[in-house]
C-alpha cells in the first residue's frame, strides 16, 4: 500500500529548480489564519501573501457509460507538412469522457534544429468556445500527465459559455415540446467547459529532444504551438520549471497571455545544482538487462537510485520517465541537455519590461521557492500580481492540496 501511494504521488509531483536548499528570508511571512468554511480564497490579510481555504468537493470522475479516449498528439508525426499531427477526423469525446492518453516511447524521432521551436506534444481536454483556454506547463522532470487530474477537475468545474441543446445532442421529439424524460427543454442551454491543455516541454515527456534547454527556448516552443493551433490569446499556468517558461513567455509576448499563474516559483536567479546534478548522475548510472518485464526493471532502477535519491516519492517521480523501447530500457528525458543547462534552469532570464496583465504566484505555505525577498522583483516584473500560500502545501502544490489549489485557480480565473 505504502508503494502505491508513492507511485502515486510521483505521477502527480515535480521537482524543484529553485535551488537544494531553503531561500534567505527577507522579513516574516504573513501570519497564517485559520480559513473559513467553504470559502475559497480569503483576501490577503497584510502584503501580498494570504492562506487559501478549502474548496467544494470535486464532481466524481467515474461515468457510467465508456467513451472513446482523448487523443493525445505526438509530435513530428510522418507525412504531415507541419511536424503537428492534422485535425483527428474522428468527432471529439465529451470532456466527462476524455482519460488522457500517455506519450508513446516509440514516437517517430525528430532532429530539430538548435536555436528553432520544437514540435512540443500536447493533450487537450474541454470545448472550444470563445474563451481562452488554459495552458498548463510541468515541472523539471515531469510531462503532462503531472497535471492530468489538475486539467480534468478544471474543465468540470469551470464550466463557461453556453450553447444551445440540438447540434450534437441527441435529436428533438416529433412534434416539438421538450425532450421526454429531461429537465431542459429543447432551446435550452448546456454548459460549455474551458480548453485545458497540457504540454510536454522539449526534452520531456513526448517531446522532441533538443541541445538546448533554455527558458527563451521553451518560450518559443510554446508559442509555435499556440500560432499552429490557432489560439491567439491564452491563460498561463506552470509550476516550478513551467512556472519559469510561463513568466517568460508573458514577458516576451504579453499579447498571448491573458492571464498568468506561477505555482510555487518566482522569477529570481538561485545558483545550487549540486543536488540535482547528484540526481542526473544517477539516473544516468542505471543499468538494466534488457527483457525484463517493466515490473522488475523499475524495481531495479529504484534499488540502484536510493543511495543517491533517497526520498520514496521523489524516486517514483524519477522512474516515470523510464520507458521501454524495443525490449531496452531507456530515460525518455534528455539527461545531457538538461545536465548542460542546469545553471539556465536554476536561473531565470533578465527583463527589464513588465508584464501589464494580471498574475498569481500560488505557493506552498511549507515550500521556499516563493519568499517575502522576491517580493520587490515579482512586482517590478509583474505590477498586477498577487501572491497567495496554501497552507499545509509544500512544493508539489496540486498534489499536496489539491482540493484548494483548484480552488484558488478557479477563484483567479475570469468569470464565464
Given amino acids: 500500500r505504502k508503494g502505491s501511494a508513492a507511485r502515486r504521488a510521483g505521477a502527480e509531483g515535480?521537482?524543484?529548480?529553485?535551488?537544494?536548499?531553503?531561500?534567505?528570508?527577507?522579513?516574516?511571512?504573513?501570519?497564517?489564519?485559520?480559513?473559513?468554511?467553504?470559502?475559497?480564497?480569503?483576501?490577503?490579510?497584510?502584503?501580498?501573501?494570504?492562506?487559501v481555504g478549502p474548496g467544494r468537493r470535486p464532481l466524481p470522475l467515474t461515468v457510467a457509460t465508456p467513451q472513446p479516449p482523448l487523443p493525445f498528439h505526438p509530435p513530428c508525426q510522418q507525412g504531415s507538412p507541419w511536424p503537428y499531427p492534422p485535425?483527428?477526423?474522428?468527432?471529439?469525446?465529451?470532456?466527462?469522457?476524455?482519460?488522457?492518453?500517455?506519450?508513446?516511447?516509440?514516437?517517430?524521432?525528430c532532429h530539430p534544429v538548435p536555436g528553432r521551436a520544437v514540435p512540443l506534444a500536447y493533450a487537450e481536454v474541454g470545448g472550444h468556445g470563445d474563451r481562452p483556454p488554459l495552458v498548463l506547463l510541468h515541472g523539471l522532470f515531469g510531462s503532462h500527465g503531472n497535471f492530468q487530474a489538475v486539467a480534468r477537475a478544471l474543465v468540470r468545474r469551470g464550466s463557461g459559455k453556453v450553447r444551445p441543446w440540438g447540434r450534437g445532442e441527441a435529436a428533438a421529439p416529433r412534434g416539438g415540446g421538450s425532450r421526454a424524460g429531461s429537465a431542459r427543454g429543447w432551446g435550452d442551454t448546456v454548459p460549455?467547459?474551458?480548453?485545458?491543455?497540457?504540454?510536454?516541454?522539449?526534452?520531456?515527456?513526448?517531446?522532441?529532444?533538443?541541445?538546448?534547454?533554455?527558458?527563451?527556448?521553451?518560450?518559443?516552443?510554446?508559442?509555435?504551438?499556440?500560432?499552429?493551433?490557432?489560439?491567439?490569446?491564452?491563460?498561463?499556468?506552470?509550476?516550478?520549471?513551467?512556472?519559469?517558461?510561463?513568466?517568460?513567455?508573458?514577458?516576451?509576448?504579453?499579447?498571448?497571455?491573458?492571464?498568468?499563474?506561477?505555482?510555487?516559483?518566482?522569477?529570481?536567479?538561485?545558483?545550487?545544482?549540486?543536488?540535482?546534478?547528484?540526481?542526473?548522475?544517477?539516473?544516468?548510472?542505471?543499468?538494466?538487462p534488457d527483457g525484463l518485464p517493466r515490473s522488475v526493471a523499475r524495481q531495479m532502477a529504484d534499488d540502484q537510485l536510493r543511495p543517491v535519491v533517497q526520498l520514496p516519492q521523489l524516486r517514483q517521480f524519477l522512474l516515470t520517465n523510464l520507458v521501454e523501447v524495443e525490449g531496452r530500457y531507456i530515460w525518455r528525458v534528455n539527461l545531457e541537455a538538461i545536465s548542460h543547462h542546469l545553471a539556465d534552469i536554476m536561473n531565470f532570464p533578465t527583463f527589464h519590461k513588465p508584464y501589464p496583465g494580471p498574475a498569481l504566484f500560488l505557493g506552498g505555505s511549507n515550500s521556499p521557492y516563493i519568499s517575502s525577498k522576491d517580493y520587490p522583483e515579482i512586482q517590478r516584473l509583474f505590477p498586477k500580481a498577487e501572491v497567495q500560500y496554501i497552507k499545509g502545501a509544500g512544493h508539489i502544490v496540486h498534489q499536496d492540496k489539491f482540493e484548494e489549489f483548484i480552488t484558488a485557480v478557479l477563484n483567479f480565473l475570469p468569470p464565464p
Fill in 87 to 109: 485535425t483527428p477526423p474522428w468527432p471529439r469525446p465529451h470532456p466527462d469522457h476524455a482519460p488522457f492518453v500517455p506519450a508513446s516511447p516509440a514516437t517517430p524521432p
Fill in 14 to 51: 515535480g521537482v524543484p529548480t529553485g535551488g537544494a536548499g531553503p531561500l534567505p528570508r527577507g522579513g516574516p511571512r504573513p501570519p497564517a489564519l485559520t480559513p473559513p468554511p467553504r470559502h475559497g480564497v480569503r483576501p490577503p490579510p497584510q502584503g501580498l501573501g494570504s492562506p
Fill in 192 to 288: 460549455l467547459p474551458r480548453q485545458v491543455l497540457t504540454l510536454d516541454a522539449r526534452n520531456h515527456g513526448g517531446s522532441p529532444h533538443s541541445p538546448l534547454m533554455t527558458y527563451e527556448a521553451m518560450s518559443l516552443d510554446v508559442q509555435h504551438l499556440l500560432t499552429h493551433l490557432g489560439i491567439t490569446k491564452c491563460i498561463l499556468l506552470g509550476h516550478s520549471m513551467g512556472g519559469k517558461t510561463a513568466m517568460t513567455l508573458a514577458l516576451q509576448r504579453p499579447d498571448l497571455v491573458e492571464r498568468l499563474i506561477s505555482v510555487d516559483i518566482s522569477p529570481i536567479s538561485t545558483a545550487p545544482v549540486s543536488e540535482f546534478s547528484a540526481y542526473i548522475s544517477a539516473m544516468k548510472s542505471v543499468k538494466i
